[in-house]
C-alpha cells in the first residue's frame, strides 16, 4: 500500500531556514500537503502542491516536489519560536479512496 | 463556523470502564474520520464514513472499539472495556470532496478537532 517517510525530528536555530523532507510511494498521486499539528491541538493545513507543479511559494513557505523522485519538501525561512511544531507529509491519489495518507510527522523545534 | 468539536478533551478512566468519544463535524462536510495518535504508532486512521455510512474501518484495532454516525452532524467512538495500551489522543476529522482547481480532479482538506486525550489507567 502507500507510504509516506519522514524523519521524526529537526531542530533549527531561530532566524535560520528549516527543510522538512519526505518520501512518498504512491506514484498516482495527485495533492501532496503539508498539516501543522501545535501542541495541544489538532493537525491543521498548512499548505498544498498539486502533483504538476514542481514548486508553490506562499510568503515563507516554499513546497518543492520531485515527482520523479517522489520527495517533497517544505521549506520555512527565518523560522521562528511560533514555527515549533509537528510537521506532517501527506498524499492523496484522485484514483483511490478520498482518504489521505499520512506520514509519522516531523517535531520541529526551534531554538534561541 | 466553530470548527470541529470533540469532547471531552480530557478523560481519565479505568481499565475495564466504557469510554464514549463525541464529535460533530462542521456543517456540510460529507466524510468523517476518526484517527487516533500515539507516540510509538503516529497518527492512524481508525474509521471512515461518507455521508454517515462506514466505509473503512479497517484501521479499528479491535471488537472493543466501535463507532456510529447516527446523522450528519454527530458521530462516537465507544471503547469497551477499555485498556491501558489505548491511551492516547483520538482525533476526529471531517471534509467536504470538492472539484479542485486543477480542473476535475478531487481536492481533501481534513479539518481536525482538537482532539480527546485518553488515559487509560
Known amino acids: 500500500g502507500e507510504d509516506v517517510e519522514q524523519s521524526l525530528f529537526l531542530s533549527v536555530r531561530e532566524g535560520d531556514s528549516s527543510v522538512i523532507n519526505c518520501t512518498y510511494t504512491?506514484?498516482?498521486?495527485?495533492?501532496l500537503y503539508w498539516y501543522k499539528q501545535e501542541p495541544g491541538a489538532g493537525l491543521q493545513l498548512l499548505t498544498y502542491i498539486f502533483s504538476n507543479m514542481d514548486m508553490k511559494q506562499d510568503q515563507r513557505l516554499t513546497v518543492l516536489l520531485n515527482k520523479k523522485d517522489k520527495h517533497l519538501s517544505l521549506r520555512i525561512a527565518d523560522t521562528q519560536t511560533g514555527d515549533s511544531a509537528i510537521y506532517f507529509c501527506?498524499?492523496?491519489?484522485?484514483?483511490?479512496?478520498?482518504?489521505?495518507?499520512f506520514g509519522r510527522g516531523t517535531s520541529l523545534i526551534v531554538h534561541p | 463556523d466553530a470548527g470541529v468539536i470533540q469532547s471531552p478533551r480530557h478523560e481519565v478512566t479505568e481499565m475495564g470502564q466504557e469510554v464514549t468519544l463525541r464529535c460533530k463535524p462542521i456543517?456540510?462536510?460529507?466524510?468523517l474520520f476518526w484517527y487516533r495518535q500515539t507516540m510509538m504508532r503516529g497518527l492512524e486512521l481508525l474509521i471512515y464514513f461518507n455521508n454517515n455510512v462506514p466505509i473503512d474501518d479497517s484501521g479499528m484495532p479491535e471488537d472493543r472499539f466501535s463507532a456510529k454516525m447516527p446523522n450528519a452532524s454527530f458521530s462516537t467512538l465507544k471503547i469497551q472495556p477499555s485498556e491501558p495500551r489505548d491511551s492516547a489522543v483520538y482525533f476526529c476529522?471531517?471534509?467536504?470532496?470538492?472539484?479542485?482547481?486543477?480542473?476535475?480532479?478531487?481536492?481533501?482538506?481534513?479539518?481536525f478537532g482538537p482532539g480527546t486525550r485518553l488515559t487509560v489507567l
Open positions: 501527506a498524499e492523496f491519489s484522485s484514483g483511490g479512496s478520498y482518504i489521505p495518507t
Open positions: 456543517s456540510g462536510h460529507n466524510s
Open positions: 504512491d506514484s498516482s498521486s495527485t495533492y
Open positions: 476529522a471531517s471534509s467536504s470532496v470538492e472539484v479542485g482547481l486543477a480542473g476535475g480532479h478531487p481536492y481533501n482538506e481534513q479539518f
